[in-house]
């Protein structure tokens, strides 16, 4: 067993400013997040400008942390790990300046990270049998994917949203039924006491892309409902649609998932982002699975959402293919899967 690889791992792609330190790409020394949700929530979403002034606040102070907590110093730090894209410019910036400088002062490696490749890691920490290849549902509030992890690294995309993410039409549906932001765990908790058969809403199907996804006319059905029963003067049940709606997303899901696992002849499947921290996708996965022979592999909720540590995981496997950025790393805020 050669030196232990230690990563300090920086996330600043949208409202949650983190730092973590990863050991060996698997464990996780320290995982500190400084979530700006309560701000954002006034607004109804996040501000973009805000997210930005608040990275700046807070991340001095959360990197620290999560060297004190890992009881490691910058000069113990083999590489320094950062998301660079996608996400919101002004807060990704503030991050990917952060660790240029940090590299700079300190001499050690810059390895920029896709914030989604991170979500994907997340699955390695807690599960250390986990080895590519494996099939991934990528859910998060930007990107629902469904790709072919083939490496470390390597991702063929099989499948892809056309519209809207399923994330994004979690937190529409929430807004559009008053729950607020952010809308995926309030809509979770309400449809556990909901009924999922109340209302059918529409599942898309792509013609000639059967791994495709769509979700804005399941948040425009919901919307229309929603206007029917008003004109009707009929009492909506908040919890009903939550759950129908919920039950029409993970259906698409579900199916989606498993018809390319077969198709592609994978027995491994795991889930990434955030709406993989959703119970009902989780337990229709979860079904699914058990009744295929398939392992299915999921990050606890922590990990779902945004965090360092995944960025920390897959900064490491990077750092074992050589990937090295320099000073001139820019934020990429379309950054796309595979690009380096
Ligand atoms: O991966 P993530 O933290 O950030 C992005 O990279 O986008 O995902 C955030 C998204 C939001 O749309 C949020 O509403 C959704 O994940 N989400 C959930 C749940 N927890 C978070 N959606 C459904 N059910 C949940 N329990
Ligand atoms: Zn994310």
Do not use: W
């Not at 060996?24 to 700006?36: A, C, E, F, K, Y």
């Not at 592609?264 to 979860?286: K, W």
Request: glycine share 10%; aromatic share 6%; hydrophobic share 40%.
């Amino acid at each position: 067993m050669g030196k232990d690889i230690l990563i300090l791992a920086i996330e600043s792609s949208c409202d949650e400013t983190a730092a973590a330190v990863v050991k060996n790409g698997r464990t996780v020394l320290s995982n500190v997040i400084s979530s700006q949700i309560a701000l954002h929530t006034l607004y109804g979403g996040v501000v973009p400008e805000i997210a930005s002034r608040k990275h700046i606040e807070k991340i001095n102070q959360v990197i620290k942390q999560a060297l004190l907590e890992a009881g490691t110093e910058l000069k113990d730090i083999d590489a320094i790990g950062v998301t660079y894209g996608p996400g919101l410019v002004g807060a990704l910036l503030v991050g990917v300046a952060q660790a240029k400088a940090i590299s700079y002062a300190c001499n050690k490696p810059l390895i920029g990270v896709h914030h989604i490749e991170g979500h994907v890691s997340a699955n390695f920490i807690e599960h250390k049998d986990l080895k590519p290849p494996f099939l991934c549902l990528i859910v998060s509030g930007g990107h629902t994917h469904i790709v072919i992890v083939k490496d470390y690294g390597q991702y063929e995309i099989i499948g892809r949203t056309h519209d809207d993410a399923a994330g994004e039409a979690f937190d529409k549906v929430a807004r559009a039924i008053g729950l607020g932001y952010p809308g995926g765990p309030k809509v979770d908790k309400l449809a556990k006491e909901g009924n999922k058969h109340a209302v059918s809403f529409p599942r898309a199907n792509i013609a000639g892309s059967p791994y495709d996804f769509s979700f804005s006319g399941l948040k425009s059905a919901v919307l229309n409902h929603l206007n029917s029963c008003a004109m009707k003067g009929e009492e909506v049940n908040k919890a009903d649609i939550a759950a129908s709606f919920q039950e029409a997303v993970v259906d698409a899901l579900v199916s989606k998932t498993m018809a390319a696992a077969k198709n592609y002849n994978m027995n491994q499947i795991a889930m990434a982002g955030g709406v993989a921290s959703n119970s009902a996708l989780r337990q229709a996965m979860d079904k699914a699975c058990i009744e295929k022979g398939l392992k299915l592999y999921y990050p606890s909720p922590i990990l779902c959402t945004d965090n360092a540590a995944m960025i920390g995981t897959a900064a490491y496997y990077e750092y074992l293919n050589g990937t090295r950025h320099g000073l001139d790393l820019n934020a990429v805020p379309n950054l796309k899967i595979g690009q380096r």
